[in-house]
Structures are given as structure tokens and as C-alpha cells.
């Protein structure tokens, strides 16, 4: 599963981080990271598929969004009795915490006797 999440995140951050790194033009005197090597990858995608070169970002983002919603499903699912098992742990605190809190609560408050 780490392998998983590896080759994953790995892509992910490094696309990101060239687009960043060339959308403000941070190059550090490399070409690579240059403003103008961006332009013409987006240039070339946005030939290749018949689309503008500005609504490739956007499309991208798009499926990396949906990308990592099917890996975290995926490990959820992997996973699924630890996580059962966590929220009613959690939910079970909640119950009692607020079992505590409705006692003080009662505990604080005045009792009301008429005269």
C-alpha cells in the first residue's frame, strides 16, 4: 500500500510542482521551469487535442481530484473494519461525554423551590 501511495503522490507532486514552478515564471535558470516551456506545453496539448491551451490546467486538476478520491476509497475500503471499529469508539465517547456534560449541567443548576 506505502508502493501505492508512492507512485501515486510521486506524479502528482512533481506535475504540480512544475506547473507552479513555470506558471510564475520560477526557474532558477533552468528551461525546464521556465514561463515560456510552460506555454508551449500547453501549446502542444492544446494542438494535439483541438482544445484552447488555458482549459487544459482546469481539466487536469479535474482528474486529479478524481484520481484521489479513488485512492482514498480505495483505502478506506482496504481498510474499512479499523475504521468501523474507530467510529464507534468515537461515537461511544461522544455519548458519554455528553452523558457527562447533561449531569454537570444538572448538578450546576438551582433548584427551583417556591415559598
Do not use: Q
Request: aromatic share 18%; glycine share 6%; with cysteine.
Amino acid at each position: 500500500m506505502r508502493s501505492f501511495l508512492i507512485f501515486w503522490a510521486g506524479p502528482l507532486s512533481f506535475l504540480w510542482g512544475w506547473y507552479f514552478l513555470s506558471y510564475y515564471d520560477l526557474s532558477g535558470g533552468m528551461y525546464f521551469f521556465s514561463r515560456e516551456m510552460h506555454d508551449l506545453v500547453f501549446n502542444i496539448y492544446g494542438n494535439i487535442l483541438g482544445i484552447a491551451p488555458e482549459s487544459i490546467p482546469p481539466l487536469v486538476a479535474r482528474a486529479c481530484i478524481v484520481d484521489t478520491g479513488l485512492v482514498f476509497a480505495l483505502i478506506a475500503f482496504r481498510r474499512r473494519k479499523k475504521i468501523i471499529a474507530w467510529v464507534k469508539v468515537w461515537r461511544a465517547n461522544r455519548v458519554a461525554a455528553a452523558a457527562n456534560a447533561a449531569t454537570a449541567y444538572s448538578k450546576e443548576l438551582p433548584s427551583a423551590s417556591v415559598s
